[in-house]
C-alpha cells in the first residue's frame, strides 16, 4: 500500500447523453473510476491504521481522499467497504502469480512460485506495507462489517482462482471422451484449499508479532501449509 494522495472523481463525458461512448472512452472512464475507488481505499486504510475503525468517519474518508462524502456513498455504502479494493488488490495478485507461473511447474510448484512471488516483502509488497495489512487483518477481526468484506473478497478470490487452475489443469472427459463442462468437484476443492493455505498464513501471521520477513512471515508460513499438504491430489 502506498501513501494517500487526492483522488480525483472521474469527470463526466460532454458529449450528448443519446451519443454511445466509444470501447476506448468506456474503458477509460472504468480506469477512472477503479483509480477512485482505490485512492478511497487507500485514504479509508490509513485512517483505520491510525485512528482505528471507531474513530473514523465515512465523512474523514472522503475528506482524505479530495472527494465530496456524496462522491464516496456513490462507490461504497459503507467506511468499512472502502478497503475492499486494497484486499482485492493482494487477493488479485495471488491468482495472478499462479497464472503467470512457469507452464513447466506442476501445480503444487506454481502455487509455490506464487506464493514466493506475492508473500515475501519488496517482491509484491514492501515490509512497511505488510504492516498495513497487519493491522487491517485484525481490524477484520474485531469488526463483524469489515470480517464480511474480508470474507467476500476472499471467496471472490477463489471463484478467479478455480478458472486459473483450469488454464492449467487438463480438463476432465466423460465416457464418451467429451470434455465434462464446468468445473469439476474436485478443481473447485482443489482452489478452496490453494486459497486457504494462503489466507490462514496471512490471518496467522497477522495475529502476532513476528516481522513479515523470516521463518515466521506470511511467505514461510505459507510454503509450511503446502508442504504439509504434500499428499494432497491436486486436481
Request: proline share 7%.
Amino acid at each position: 500500500m502506498s501513501s494517500t494522495t487526492p483522488a480525483q472523481h472521474p469527470r463526466r463525458s460532454s458529449a450528448s447523453s443519446s451519443a454511445s461512448p466509444s470501447p476506448s472512452a468506456a474503458s477509460l472512464t472504468e480506469r477512472r473510476k477503479a483509480e477512485t475507488r482505490m485512492e478511497i481505499a487507500r485514504a479509508a486504510a490509513g485512517l483505520f491504521v491510525r485512528h482505528g475503525l471507531r474513530g473514523t468517519r465515512a465523512e474523514d474518508i472522503a475528506q482524505a481522499a479530495g472527494i465530496a462524502p456524496r462522491t464516496f456513498y456513490r462507490y461504497f455504502a459503507t467506511k468499512e467497504e472502502a478497503v475492499a479494493p486494497l484486499y482485492a488488490a493482494g487477493a488479485q495478485r495471488w491468482v495472478e502469480a499462479v497464472r503467470e507461473a512457469p507452464a513447466e511447474l506442476s501445480l503444487p510448484q506454481a502455487l509455490e512460485h506464487a506464493v514466493r512471488h506475492t508473500l515475501t516483502p519488496g517482491v509484491g509488497v514492501s515490509a512497511a506495507s505488510w504492516e498495513w495489512v497487519r493491522t487491517l487483518i485484525r481490524m477484520s477481526e474485531a469488526s463483524p462489517a469489515l470480517r464480511k468484506v474480508w470474507a467476500e473478497v476472499c471467496r471472490s478470490s477463489e471463484d478467479t482462482l478455480v478458472e486459473v487452475l483450469g488454464e492449467r489443469v487438463p480438463p476432465t472427459t466423460d465416457g464418451d471422451d467429451n470434455v465434462a463442462e464446468g468445473a469439476s468437484p474436485q478443481l473447485r476443492f482443489t482452489a478452496a484449499v490453494a486459497s486457504a493455505v494462503v489466507r490462514v498464513a496471512v490471518e496467522s501471521w497477522a495475529a502476532g508479532t513476528a516481522p513479515a520477513t523470516g521463518p515466521e512471515g506470511p511467505a514461510e508460513l505459507a510454503l509450511r501449509n503446502l508442504e504439509s499438504l504434500r499428499d494432497f491430489r491436486w486436481g
